[in-house]
């Protein structure tokens, strides 16, 4: 029997790439908004999560505009020369007000950051993302914080207060990631309390996994501040609070901050 013409394979996960004219318009939004706003900041992601950088868009909506994607579109808006520099400081260093600050802006621009531009002064900004901090599940690579053991009896969820014995159709998943399990009246349970991760080690994707199903919460999203630019007087300033400059950027198993890599974030 022939193969009929309307059988086509669609793949879901193809994205369509951003053309010129798409890139053009980004760098244009973020140099119109260094005309827009007072102050630009430079931050960085600690444990990114993007459900959490989204309810950060949120509560800042309307008092400010956040870009998070590629570091080369963003630098490449600002100028990364004293003579492309689309507003004074950023490119170059300027008058940079703290004698640890020897670069511009755009100089550092690397690795997971973003930019965040509103009118807000900065030590409100400062306190408001000290205070900022969201819980969430490791994930495999990052360390530890704790030792959980998990006891002997019925392997219980903790996303519920209180908590729940898993269901049984759960417990092959539960011994493909290491416990063993046995059922007692339906329900899969531990003969020997179990280690599950020990303080200040490394987490296989097993363990992140387990730890995901009990409800073990592990890590924490923070923004973290490097510098912030004045557009008055074009200087740049560090931050040296290591409450709110000091956070743990993830290494392994990160998420991206853009559902693309050329797409910025914005709000």
């Known amino acids: 029997m022939p193969r009929s013409k309307r ?7 193809k994205v ?10 980004q760098i244009s939004e973020l140099q119109a908004n260094t005309e827009k706003w007072k ?12 459900a959490h950088l989204k309810t950060v868009r949120r509560l800042w909506r ?37 004698p640890m600050l020897s670069h511009a802006i755009v100089q ?19 306190e408001w993302f000290k205070d900022f901090h969201q819980p969430d599940f490791a994930r495999s690579g990052n360390r ?24 049984h159709n759960e417990e092959a998943q539960l011994r493909k990631l290491g416990l063993t399990t046995v059922m007692r009246k339906g329900v899969p349970t531990l003969e020997t309390p179990h280690r599950l991760c020990e303080e ?46 000091d956070v743990g950027v993830e290494t392994k198993g990160e998420e991206s901050g853009a559902e693309d890599d050329d797409e910025a974030i914005s709000e």
């Open 62 to 98: 309307g008092s400010a505009r956040l870009f998070f994607g590629r570091g080369a579109l963003m630098a490449k808006a600002l100028g990364t020369t004293p003579e492309e520099e689309h507003r004074p400081g950023l490119a170059a260093p300027g008058h940079a007000r703290t």
């Open 39 to 50: 102050y630009c900041w430079l931050f960085e992601v600690g444990n990114m999560r993007n």
């Open 200 to 245: 200040g080690k490394v987490l296989t994707a097993e363990q992140a996994q387990l730890l995901k199903l009990i409800g073990e919460k592990m890590v924490e999203f923070r923004v973290g501040l490097r510098a912030w630019w004045d557009s008055a007087t074009g200087g740049v300033e560090a931050v040296t609070d290591p409450g709110v400059r």
């Open 7 to 13: 059988q086509k394979l669609v793949s879901l996960t």
């Open 144 to 167: 530890a914080t704790r030792t959980v053991i998990l006891p002997a009896g019925p392997v219980m969820q903790h996303h519920s207060d209180p908590p729940e014995p898993f269901p």
């Open 108 to 126: 550092q621009i690397k690795g997971q950051v973003g930019l965040l531009f509103t009118d807000t002064e900065p030590q409100e900004v400062i």
């Open 16 to 25: 369509s790439k951003k053309t010129k004219e798409h890139k053009g318009a």
